[in-house]
Every structure is written in structure tokens, then in C-alpha cells.
């Protein structure tokens, strides 16, 4: 069977540049290391680069190679779980000040976009449709939420509304947001890689982080050599793994799936989704959904607790897409894979310091397209020695997932529950 996360993705196929960078090959001292080279890593070193700091990064793959290259493209807004949790942990003022650095987070996109000309095919607007009629009042509430953080641009759409706009009457209508989107989430990371590169930062691919001295002087060892630097950012997020053990229990790794279809002409991808939206469903196990800028049905979700995966992840895909989407049971898949979105016990990211020297941010929970490269910057903001927003987020506190033989069965156990849920609510 063929690992899903590795297999080539559309992003890979559609790609608009072709960078790559050498592996690292021996020993290299610089002012700070960056282990991996997605969105929080590549952030943080166009800062530091363009601020005139020596940076290093190293990527045990390539540019993109984890979930910044493989995700669903979509770009959210604020906090997976909401505000709730942030203002009860912060109080209101300071989480009202966390929600305004989520907005910043897609002005940089688009920002960074303009300024470094990156071609993603950036869209707006969001569809949050309702997969049952008890739904809608959670949807509802959340606009609310939203409209008293002064964000504009939120609407309730209607069951007869929506499927003006979706080829689906599977849902019981919509909250749709203006300010939400999606775009080419590789052809982002690659332009934001090149812009690095352009500012001086140097970037190793094919070099695998084995060891990593948190120290007064970090020191990070790889499979072909080691770098010794003043500081230290460790932005591997899922893919990190057991390599610094004080932040592997603070995140788990849960798989997610994407299936591309074959082109399917201007017409058909009009008649899918009208005015070119993204779209997610509003269960916990969500299923999402947008075209892509060559009119093809990108659909993903169905993430996994578990490391097993269905023996035909495209047939199993195809299924939930065609449930939403009947009108394609007769079109076929190009393109099938999967990757890691790594959660926090509480959905919001974890962020922090393990050192006066070491910073590290991950666990997005399926909010990283917009807040990865974020959080990456305000790393660099709190090198540079201003540090009092990175202070803001990190202190939230997040409870580990517990560890040992037990902590996979548990988190099954857990998803199978909220599949329970999705179904009986």
C-alpha cells in the first residue's frame, strides 16, 4: 500500500517554481538555527535575514515537505476552538489581543504575497456549512463571537441560500465569511523559501535533525553534520517527533487526507462552488472542499488518530466527496495523499521558550496555514528583543496528551467518539 505521506501531491504537480537547496555537509557556526523549513520556520528566518542576522535552516526533507506544502489550502480565521478558551485563561483584554494577531496573520500572507510577488491564486471567502439543522445555532453564535471582535464581513446563509452558491443540498445552510480563504499552499511556501534564500538565509534540504542541545549555546546535530548558533527555533511541528522529548507530548500528529479530481471545465467547477469559495463542514471531523485555479475539486478531511490508513484512500475519499457532491460519482481522481496536522490537548497553538536561547511554536490545529507563519515571526520578533506578544501567547497553558503505550488507543478512542457525535447530533 502507498504511504499517503509521501505520495506525490497535486501541489507538487502544479508547482510555479522549482527550488531546491543542497544538503548540509559538515560543521556551521551562525547566529540562529532554524529546524524546518514551513511556514513558522521560513517566517522566521525571512525576518531575522532581512533584519541581518546569519540564519540557517534544516530540513529533514524539502522545502514544504510537511504540512505547509501538503495541507488543504485553506486559510482560516482566528483560533480553532474560538476565544472561549483564550479568555478564560487571559481575560478578555489580552485574548481580544490575541484574535487581533490572528487577523494580522492573513494581512501577512497577503502582504507577503505582494511584496515577494508570489503567484498562489489567493481567494476570499468561506462557507461554514451546516452539516445538521442543530448546527446552525453553533454557527450562528460563532458570528456573533466574531462581529463582537468588530470583524465585518460575516453572514448567515439559509439552506436555499447556500445552494445558490454550493452544488450540494446536503447542508442546512452556511456561515459565510468574507475574510476567510484559501490558496496554493506549496507555491506560498516555496515563494516564501526563495524570498529567505534572497535575504541571505541559508537553507539545507536532506538534512535529518538527529540531536538538539537546547543549551546556553544551542547546538543541533544532523546526519551529516552540526550547527552551533546563538539561537534556536524549533518549527518541525507533527514532524518533529520524539527529538526534543520536553515537546513531545505537547502535540500529536493526527492524518489528515486530500483527494484532487480530473479538470472538470469552467462550468462544472461554477456549478461545484459559484463564486470560487472555500467550504467546511461543521463537524468535528470536518470534511473541506475548494476548486483549484485549473478547475479541478480539491476535497479533504477524514483525520485520524490512529497510524492506519484505508487500503484505497482514494476510493474512501471519493465516497465522502461524492456524498456532498453526487454530480462527481463519474469523475476521476488525479491526484491522493496525506499528511500530519499536529493538535494541542486544547486545540490552540502551544508556543514558548526552553531556554533563553530556544523558542519553538507549533500546534495549529488545522488553523496553521494563516498562524504558522505568524507565530514564526513573532519568534523573530522576541530574538530581536521584543518579545511582548510572543510572551502573550505563551501563556497558555496547554495540559500534555499522556504518554506511553496508551496515548495512541486513547486518542481512537476519542475520535471514535466525536464520530458518534458528528452522527447522532
Not at 499517503?4 to 517554481?17: D, E, F, H, I
Not at 507577503?112 to 453564535?141: D, M, N, V
Not at 485520524?304 to 471519493?318: H, R, V
Request: glycine share 12%.
Amino acid at each position: 500500500m502507498r504511504n499517503s505521506l509521501t505520495a506525490p501531491s497535486y501541489y507538487q504537480a502544479t508547482a510555479n517554481r522549482k527550488i531546491s537547496f543542497p544538503p548540509l555537509e559538515g560543521d556551521l557556526e551562525t547566529d540562529v538555527a532554524v529546524v524546518g523549513a514551513g511556514y513558522t520556520g521560513l517566517s522566521a528566518a525571512l525576518e531575522l535575514a532581512e533584519a541581518g542576522y546569519r540564519v540557517a535552516v534544516l530540513e529533514a526533507s524539502h522545502v514544504g515537505g510537511g504540512a505547509s506544502g501538503r495541507n488543504g489550502g485553506q486559510i482560516c480565521t482566528g483560533f480553532s476552538p474560538g476565544q472561549a478558551r483564550i479568555t478564560a485563561q487571559l481575560g478578555a483584554s489580552d485574548a481580544r489581543k490575541c484574535f487581533d494577531i490572528a487577523e494580522e496573520a492573513k494581512r501577512l500572507i497577503e502582504l507577503r504575497i505582494e511584496k515577494y510577488k508570489i503567484e498562489t491564486g489567493l481567494q476570499w471567502g468561506y462557507l461554514h456549512c451546516a452539516a445538521k439543522p442543530s448546527h446552525l445555532e453553533g454557527l450562528r453564535a460563532g458570528a456573533d463571537e466574531l462581529s463582537g471582535l468588530g470583524y465585518v464581513g460575516c453572514s448567515m446563509l439559509s439552506k436555499a441560500e447556500l445552494e445558490e452558491r454550493l452544488g450540494s443540498k446536503l447542508y442546512h445552510g452556511a456561515m459565510r465569511e468574507a475574510r476567510a480563504g484559501h490558496f496554493h499552499p506549496l507555491n506560498y511556501c516555496l515563494g516564501l523559501a526563495n524570498a529567505a534564500r534572497k535575504a541571505g538565509a541559508a537553507i539545507y534540504e536532506d538534512t535529518r535533525v538527529l540531536e538538539i542541545d537546547t543549551g546556553s549555546k544551542p547546538c543541533v546535530r544532523t546526519n551529516k553534520g552540526k550547527v552551533t548558533a546563538k539561537f534556536l527555533i524549533l518549527a518541525g511541528n507533527a514532524y518533529l517527533g520524539k527529538t526534543v522529548s520536553r515537546l513531545y507530548g505537547r502535540v500529536m500528529p493526527v492524518t489528515s487526507f486530500i483527494v484532487t479530481t480530473e479538470p472538470l471545465g469552467d462550468n462544472m467547477a461554477r456549478s461545484l462552488i459559484r463564486d470560487n469559495e472555500a467550504g467546511a463542514d461543521s463537524n468535528f471531523i470536518l470534511d473541506y472542499f475548494r476548486r483549484t485555479e485549473d478547475n479541478r475539486l480539491l476535497f479533504g478531511g477524514a483525520a485520524n488518530y490512529s497510524t492506519l490508513e484505508p487500503s484505497d484512500i482514494g476510493a474512501f475519499m471519493k465516497r465522502r466527496m461524492v456524498k456532498v457532491f453526487p454530480q462527481l460519482k463519474d469523475v476521476g481522481i488525479s491526484h491522493t495523499w496525506g499528511g500530519y496536522i499536529a493538535i494541542t490537548s486544547n486545540r490552540l497553538p502551544d508556543c514558548g521558550a526552553l531556554s533563553p536561547t530556544t523558542f519553538y511554536a507549533h500546534g495549529y490545529s488545522g488553523q496553521g496555514v494563516a498562524l504558522a507563519g505568524m507565530y514564526g515571526k513573532l519568534m523573530a520578533e522576541a530574538i530581536r528583543g521584543t518579545s511582548e506578544r510572543f510572551d502573550l501567547l505563551s501563556r497558555i497553558r496547554h495540559l500534555p496528551f499522556p504518554g506511553g503505550p496508551i496515548r495512541t488507543p486513547m486518542l481512537v478512542a476519542a475520535m471514535l467518539f466525536y464520530r458518534l457525535r458528528d452522527a447522532l447530533s
